[in-house]
């Protein structure tokens, strides 16, 4: 399928699940089990973020490199170096204080601490099962003197951080699991803790067509709604065309401060 025609997928609809069970059957009977553990779950957890929550506890339970989007170890590796080399290509520097929104068990983390100052690493997430696993993957690499910040976070008001603090904001694979009013609680906040002259740069799951999610853990946006929600708080935000040659099947925007 052409990348056009993929970007006009509504994967919501009945008529796509039907092909795609019909293509896939081996992967009909774990779909049904997912399907039937988050409708539990949202049952549970009526709130997103608690839901959220709740499923990247089961995930993880399961096996933290695959809670994170990984299908691999490998795979796992290779997506964090994907991650570091493109920021260090934009000029992420080790004096940078960086804010990793979403951090994971640290796929990309891992080499965002080793490459940075001592202390100017923080990693957020909303499920203390994913940040117990990323003290692991520390002790693994042997980053203990680096001294990272990790941080559970309930939400993306980011009002526990300073002012004006971080050169990079970062969060990739997080808006991609978020409904619109999560995305817009961090674009509502996130400029004040950017320093000036500092960019936030988040992925997403692009549509052209309809926008739709998928269990609530998937949501297909399309870009100009997020750069015009990025413009309604008073920020800049532009579709980062180079991230587009990564092999990766979400789509980058950045934004920063005006002026």
């Known amino acids: 399928m052409s990348s056009s025609k993929a970007m006009l997928k509504n994967r919501s609809h009945l008529g796509h699940k039907v092909r795609y069970a019909v293509s896939n059957p081996a992967r009909i009977a774990p779909y049904l089990k997912r399907h039937a553990r988050d409708t539990w779950l949202r049952l549970k957890h009526p709130d997103h973020v608690d839901y959220y929550r709740a499923v990247m506890a089961s995930d993880t339970a399961r096996n933290p490199e695959a809670a994170v989007g990984s299908r691999s170890h490998d795979r796992w590796l290779a997506l964090g170096e994907m991650q570091f080399d493109y920021l260090a290509e934009h000029g992420l520097a080790p004096h940078h ?8 068990n640290l796929r990309a983390g891992r080499l965002f601490i080793d490459h940075l100052d001592a202390g100017n690493y923080y990693g957020i997430d909303i499920s203390p099962d994913i940040l117990i696993s990323a003290k692991q993957t520390l002790t693994t690499f042997g980053l203990q003197d680096k001294l990272p910040h990790l941080t559970i976070t309930q939400n993306l008001t980011l009002d526990f951080l300073p002012d004006a603090h971080f050169d990079v904001v970062h969060a990739h694979s997080v808006f991609s699991h978020s409904p619109i009013e ?13 320093a000036p002259g500092g960019f936030f740069d988040f992925t997403f799951d692009r549509t052209e067509g309809a926008e739709h999610q998928v269990l609530r853990e998937d949501f297909y946006y399309r870009t100009q709604t997020l750069i015009a929600l990025a413009e309604k708080h008073g920020l800049r935000a532009r579709f980062m065309e180079d991230w587009e040659t990564r092999p990766h099947g979400q789509s980058k925007i950045r934004v920063s401060l005006p002026g």
């Open 182 to 194: 999560v995305i817009e609680e961090c674009l509502a906040h996130v400029g004040r803790v950017l």
């Open 97 to 104: 204080r960086m804010l990793d929104i979403g951090c994971g």
